[in-house]
């Protein structure tokens, strides 16, 4: 296991490219299943999480090579529609698998992915979707058995815009007979990427990013080259980043309508920022002032990945904060650790109650899971002294190199083996 050694109070200063979205990489690799063409997806990010989809598709019997930064995936020999339940316990998004493994198998066998650090996270609106497509489920002994005579398109409705039911609903619907028509979608900029990518190998998707989405089945789909929109969580990260720890910095390679309400809530606080094309500086001098209410919601609402970022940030602001995760349940696992560098934080279910301190003092913390990680990070990078974050692993699953980047910025950060 590795761990950080930061020493805090350093000024953040340059430039950072952001990485190509985990997001949407993962779906993009679980449509590569669908042809038995090749399919590269370029520049994946080297995060656990890509480690784990590929090992998932080698696991059903496709090739999956990263060459020059590149995941190249051949499919021709997949032949196995099963998922292990180690594979979905280490990546609970591999539940999008169904919809791929259905439109080229007609057969899917997953273990029940079941809840993680965040949250509960039913699938319940996935499967109630694929049963529109006229799939047929049973769910025994922790598994999920799925299977069709053929997909059929249909009228699907989703009660909550569930980013992972879409990208599970297109994925099914793809080649399925007939035109499904997905009411209540996902907005997510990586929803609109995945219909661009299947598009790409021959699929007919509109809509993406708009409530309503149509995917007239096609017969067959090809392969194909893409490249990924680039990582809206981590770019919002690192700007998060600079307004904690004070500097001028530059993300790159994320449009400023991705990172949906975090701009306005960065000048909020009192940060300067400014957007062109794919880049945006920020500069945060002098101490912020707290956002006083930040409330999750899907896109284009707060987004709940940047939500404990957000909540480090504003635990050295002046003033006060409610923080409400309407999105998972326990999403604030990552407050005690922050506690223990100083924060005055109080949470009741799904709000949290920031006190702004003049600023956060070192201490030895744990990650619990990837994004409240990155919170821990954000923390010791802005906290006087120096500090220790353990348990990398969670943030190795969404963010490649963050040492080697926040160093880049002028951070004091090194990893070292423990
Ligand atoms: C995706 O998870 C992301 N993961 C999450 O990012 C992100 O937090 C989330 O969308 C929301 O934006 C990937 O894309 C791999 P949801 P997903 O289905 O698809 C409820 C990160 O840190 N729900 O939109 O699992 C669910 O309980 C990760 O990168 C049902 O009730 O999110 C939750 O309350 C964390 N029934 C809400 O919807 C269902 O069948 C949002 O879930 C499905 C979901």
Do not use: W
């Not at 619907?173 to 609109?192: D, F, N, Q, S, Y």
């Not at 990172?259 to 000048?267: N, W």
Request: aromatic residues 6%.
């Amino acid at each position: 296991m590795d761990k950080f050694i930061i020493e805090g109070g350093r000024r953040l200063f340059g430039s950072v490219r952001a990485q190509s979205a985990k997001n949407s990489v993962l779906p993009l690799l679980a449509a590569c299943i669908l042809t038995e063409e090749r399919v590269t997806v370029r520049e994946t990010p080297p995060i656990t999480d890509v480690a784990c989809m590929a090992q998932i598709l080698r696991e059903l019997g496709a090739e999956v090579v990263f060459r020059d930064g590149n995941a190249v995936v051949d499919s021709a020999n997949a032949g196995d529609h099963r998922i292990s339940s180690s594979l979905t316990k280490e990546l609970r998004s591999s539940v999008f698998m169904l919809g791929s493994l259905l439109s080229r198998f007609h057969r899917a066998v997953i273990a029940y992915p079941g809840g993680c650090d965040i949250g509960l996270r039913p699938i319940d609106l996935h499967l109630n979707a694929l049963k529109r497509l006229g799939v047929s489920i049973c769910e025994r002994d922790g598994y999920i058995y799925c299977e069709c005579e053929k997909l059929t398109g249909a009228e699907i409705v989703l009660d909550f815009p569930s980013v992972g039911a879409t990208e599970n609903i297109l994925l099914a619907a793809v080649e399925a007979e007939g035109r499904t028509v997905l009411e209540g979608a996902a907005k997510e900029p990586e929803i609109v990427d995945l219909q661009n990518f299947l598009n790409a190998m021959g699929a007919n998707v509109a809509g993406a990013g708009s409530d309503v989405i149509v995917i007239e089945g096609v017969k067959k789909l090809h392969g194909a080259e893409y490249l990924p929109v680039k990582d809206r969580i981590e770019a919002g990260t690192f700007l998060i980043a600079c307004a904690l720890c004070g500097g001028e910095i530059e993300v790159s390679g994320v449009k400023s309508e991705s990172l949906g309400l975090l701009l306005h809530k960065l000048r909020e606080n009192g940060c300067k920022i400014h957007t062109k094309n794919d880049k945006i500086r920020i500069a945060s001098y002098g101490r912020l002032k707290c956002n006083r209410r930040i409330e999750t919601m899907p896109f284009p609402g707060f987004p709940t990945d940047l939500q404990a970022q957000m909540t480090a940030l504003n635990s050295v602001c002046e003033g006060g904060a409610l923080i409400v995760e309407n999105l998972f349940e326990t999403r604030f696992k990552y407050v005690p650790e922050l506690q223990k560098m100083g924060a005055d934080i109080e949470v009741k279910g799904r709000n949290a109650f920031v006190r702004g301190v003049k600023g956060l003092h070192g201490a030895s913390v744990t990650a619990g899971d990837l994004r409240g990680g990155a919170a821990l990070v954000l923390a010791a990078l802005g906290a006087e002294g120096t500090s220790e974050v353990y348990d990398l692993s969670h943030i190795d699953r969404g963010y490649s190199d963050m040492q080697g980047k926040l160093k880049n910025l002028g951070a004091e950060i090194k990893r070292v083996r423990v």
